[in-house]
């Protein structure tokens, strides 16, 4: 069965290529900034006209003959992007005209043996504009003019890209969109069985380094310079039945530093992709260890419900590791941090390999860990175990008495006792329970909530 086809947007920097992406998925997944060089990365949003489901890629912008780091890798990504494609909107500037870069991608595409839908953005002044007929020159066929910043035409350009994946025909020897491990041009995965997975942490601690490890490719832009991830990216990898989308985020930094619109969406972004992650991966940097914002960043995944793994990334560069080195430092970790006490820590090598296999295991793991549900029977049975042990704080006046306790959800676990006096309850008590419960479940990596509620007889009265 053909997967679902997928449509990549190219072209030099700043012709537009994320505002047409935003305006064709329908949101404002990419940023979308004036200055040239924002989108380094294949940035991947699931779109759907007239029935037609297909994935759109936005790319960085291609600067031919520029031989930097930088460029050189988003080059790749962006032949990358063309290659696993089956149409490739190839993006020119009308305000600009024919651009010498232009060309060069045009020689480009006409070696690709890919669909190449041309289409001159910025024609604001439509239908009167004519400025799209120079683009001829190039030698791809019509111009399609847009203006993608106020949706002019965007709709037809939509049918058109239906028209021609419907009638695009594809290689018989290529699976579309690629047929690579994590491809996007397979069907995006389910409701029931994906796991978002949230690739958080510091600038330059290796976070695309780790993905691109795990993913077996060269999906993510890796370049010294740090910061070179801007936007949170989707990528699906199937593992041993499970489908795992991994969200490479943009480094988080303190509020403090992020004077920069770019940093402060980047920063935003990632904060959203915390909230909609089932587990957050927070990389950290084995030589300069855990700092206060590694704490920061894992306390609000762990507030927003998320699993937590700690992967101590650049392992392979520890020169002088005594056995318990990494015993002691967790352990001090965890006497800064208590909730620390509850999540997994991974040593690794993103740049080796050295245990980067394991972190597949350990996310399916700690996600069914946060999707596991106890019978009420079981918690009722743990919970008189754990009263009798000990009693909670009994104030003056009436008793205070623990009557039953059910999970009431998952995702993170979610249990509710339910208490004659809830509010005389201490804390220190909820923590006592919520450690037994840990004790008897484990419920590795995940956050657990319990909820205190009146019984209703005693409500209504």
């Known amino acids: 069965m053909r997967g679902t086809p997928t449509v990549a947007i190219i072209g030099r920097p700043n012709v537009g290529k994320s505002t047409l992406f935003n305006r064709l998925i329908g949101g404002r997944d990419a940023i979308v900034d004036a200055r040239p060089g924002i989108t380094r990365d294949r940035h991947f949003g699931a779109a759907e006209w007239n029935g037609q489901r297909f994935w759109l890629v936005d790319t960085g912008g291609m ?10 890798a988003i080059r790749t990504q962006v032949e990358a992007a063309v290659a696993m494609s089956d149409v490739v909107l190839f993006l020119v500037d009308v305000e600009a005209g024919v651009h010498p870069a232009d060309q060069e991608i045009a020689q480009y595409l006409r070696t690709a043996r890919r669909p190449v839908i041309l289409v001159a953005n910025k024609a604001d002044q439509l239908p009167k504009d004519t400025r799209h007929l120079a683009f001829y020159e190039l030698g791809l066929g019509d111009p399609f003019p847009v203006s993608a910043a106020v949706g002019k035409s965007s709709g037809d350009l939509l049918d058109r890209v239906v028209e021609v994946l419907r009638g695009s025909v594809i290689d018989p020897g290529r699976e579309p969109g690629g047929g690579g491990r994590a491809d996007p041009g397979r069907e995006p995965p389910g409701d029931g069985g994906a796991v978002q997975v949230a690739v958080v942490g510091r600038p330059n601690v290796g976070k695309s380094s780790l993905v691109n490890r795990l993913l077996g490719e060269e999906r993510l832009v890796v370049a010294d310079e740090p910061g070179t991830t801007r936007d949170a990216i989707d990528t ?3 593992y041993e039945g499970h489908t795992l989308v991994f969200i490479d985020t943009a480094g988080l930094r303190k509020r403090s530093k992020v004077d920069d619109d770019i940093e402060f969406y ?4 990632t904060a959203r992709a915390m909230e909609r992650a089932d587990v ?3 990389v950290v940097d084995a030589l300069d260890g855990m700092h206060v914002q590694d704490l920061k960043i894992a306390n609000d995944a762990w507030e927003r419900g998320a699993a937590i793994i700690v992967a101590v990334n650049k392992w392979d560069l520890i020169e002088e590791k005594e056995t318990n080195t990494a015993v002691r430092g967790e352990r001090e970790l965890k006497d800064r941090a208590p909730f620390l006490e509850f999540i997994p820590f991974l040593y690794l090598s993103a740049k080796t390999g050295q245990r980067v296999p ?3 295991a350990l996310i399916v793991e700690v996600a069914r860990e946060r999707d596991k549900r106890v019978p009420t029977a079981e918690v009722n049975r743990v919970l008189e175990t754990l009263v009798d042990r000990q009693q909670p704080p009994q104030p003056v006046g009436e008793s205070v008495r623990l009557l039953y306790a059910t999970q009431i959800g998952t995702a993170p676990p979610r249990f509710a006792v339910v208490s004659n006096r809830p509010e005389a309850i201490p804390e220190s008590y909820s923590r006592y329970l919520v450690n037994g419960f840990r004790e008897a479940w484990r419920f590795t990596g995940s956050p657990l909530n319990l909820k ?10």
């Open 63 to 72: 600067v031919p003959g520029a031989h930097d780091q930088l460029n050189r």
């Open 236 to 238: 699906p990898l199937s």
């Open 266 to 269: 980047s920063t935003l972004r």
């Open 280 to 282: 957050c991966v927070l």
């Open 358 to 360: 394991k972190l597949l």
């Open 452 to 461: 205190f509620r009146r019984r209703r007889e005693a409500a209504r009265r």
